[in-house]
């Protein structure tokens, strides 16, 4: 049943913004350092575990709790050092007024720290016009985290919110996370306009049959128009 308008679930990075270009190539150099200062690697070999966990995990973040106990709270602090956003984040006013015009609650969910995430929705403008952020630090049952593509996180999330998962719309340029979506009965939209994922930090994945979204569209500003068609 989809009574009552949609619930939206953005995601931020690549999403929202072009994280791409500037922003995630920074946040793996941190990510890299920090492996290679906490593990005792060296550069080369930090690297390759970051990636090797990121592929296996879905985030570095579970390898490196998984394996070598790290705290959490230290990594992402020390992962997300941004002092210059207004510089890295340039501020779209057509994307502002298309999450105004959408119909229903707007809440972003990334795997991104807090404290990151509310700075890039301050810079981008639209802290306005959401009703709510889920941080990777919300993502955590039962002292584990879980964030996405976990379809226990989504099941939790939408619990949260006491909707059906049919009301529930995720917005995503992650093939992954679609597929999680979509098993659970959520409507999707897959946004394919910022195309420098490789950086982060493997290329893009192919979106097979279970990763097809019911939408696609290049920008989020094209959403409103696009309502229509999503199914």
């Known amino acids: 049943m989809r009574a009552g308008p949609p619930i939206w ?29 906490r593990l005792a690697l060296p550069a080369d070999e930090a690297s390759a575990l970051r990636v090797h966990y990121w ?14 106990q790290i705290d959490p709270h230290e990594f992402l ?14 501020r779209d006013h057509g994307l502002r007024d298309a999450l105004r015009r959408l ?5 972003v969910v990334t795997n991104g720290p807090r404290d990151y995430a509310a700075a890039v929705l301050r810079r981008l403008g639209l802290t306005p016009v959401l009703d709510g952020l889920v941080s990777v ?4 049952f039962a002292g584990r985290w879980l964030p996405k593509p976990s ?10 919110l006491r909707v059906s998962p049919a009301r529930c719309v995720l917005v995503e340029d992650s093939p992954e996370n679609i597929a999680s979506a979509r098993a659970l009965g959520l409507r ?35 959403l409103p128009r696009a309502v229509s068609r999503l199914r």
């Not at 630090?137 to 955590?140: N, T, Y």
């Open 77 to 90: 602090r020390e992962t997300h050092p941004f002092d210059d956003l207004h510089r890295l984040v340039c």
């Open 9 to 37: 679930l953005l995601d931020l990075d690549n999403t929202l913004h072009d994280a791409g270009r500037e922003i995630f190539p920074w946040i793996n150099i941190a990510m890299t350092e920090y492996v290679s200062r």
């Open 103 to 107: 119909p229903g609650r707007k809440l």
């Open 151 to 160: 379809r226990r996180m989504l099941r939790l999330i939408i619990a949260r």
């Open 55 to 68: 592929r296996r995990y879905g985030a570095t973040l579970l390898g490196l709790i998984r394996h070598h």
């Open 188 to 222: 999707t939209v897959l946004v394919a306009g910022h195309g420098h994922l490789g950086t982060h930090p493997s290329r893009r994945p192919r979106a097979g049959p279970g990763r097809r979204a019911g939408l696609q569209l290049q920008s989020v500003v094209a």
């Open 137 to 140: 630090e919300d993502m955590r």
